[in-house]
């Protein structure tokens, strides 16, 4: 397997963002208050609608990240 270059500083400042966002409880529960409603759903719901697809997003730069690299790269005999 060739050589892989390191991982693009934006992909992993975006990955911890992720962790931050998905496993800081207060960030939750300051938008899970039980009155605010963005278009008729509760904040906690778009919140982790929105959330979803931040990660999903990470995943996709990441993956597109990896492929420029070289990552996916199958070396030959």
Known sequence: MPPITPRSSFVTIWFILDAVLALFPPIYWAAGGPTPLIAGIPCSIVYFVV???????????????????????????
Request: hydrophobic share 50%.
């Open 51 to 77: 959330l979803t697809a931040f990660i999903c997003g990470s995943l996709i730069a990441a993956y597109i990240d990896d492929e420029k690299r070289g990552a996916f790269r199958v070396a030959t005999p």
